[in-house]
């Protein structure tokens, strides 16, 4: 069975950091880029972070950048959010996906945060950010 599985969400005060972890089983997550979304109370769903299937490119919303850092480890076949200088606003359920398709186009472009192409999504972990 496919799967993807988050963890690491919790509570953290302002300022704090946390770093969720995203494990793959059933398949090997080094050929396809892995993304990170976010869904907050009464927002769309947003792509957050991710990494290419090279795993060299990477890609960040503007609103993380220089504060979250996204990562893969090959051998544990899981996929880290290092998320860093947490703000309020950053309190959502954070959610790992991957689009489970290798074509050229996925091999040579940036991974993309459109959450359409993407096929397979974990369950999310909460992440709250409050004094």
């Known amino acids: 069975q496919l799967q993807l599985v988050e963890s690491g969400g919790g509570l953290v005060q302002p300022g704090g950091s946390l770093r969720l972890s995203c494990g793959a089983s059933?398949?090997?997550?080094?050929?396809?880029?892995i993304a990170w979304f976010r869904q907050a109370p009464g927002k769309e769903r947003e792509g957050v972070s991710c990494i290419s299937s090279n795993s060299e490119d990477t890609n960040y919303i503007e609103s993380v950048k220089g504060r979250f850092t996204i990562s893969r480890d090959k051998a544990m076949n899981t996929v880290y959010l290092q998320m860093n200088s947490l703000k309020p606003e950053d309190t959502a359920v954070y959610s790992c996906?991957?689009?489970?398709?290798?074509?050229?186009?996925?091999?040579?472009?940036?991974?993309?945060?459109?959450?359409?192409?993407?096929?397979?999504w974990g369950q999310g972990t909460q992440v709250t950010v409050s004094s």
């Open positions: 996906a991957t689009e489970l398709r290798v074509t050229i186009t996925t091999m040579t472009r940036v991974c993309p945060l459109d959450l359409n192409e993407y096929d397979l």
């Open positions: 059933g398949f090997t997550s080094d050929y396809y880029a």
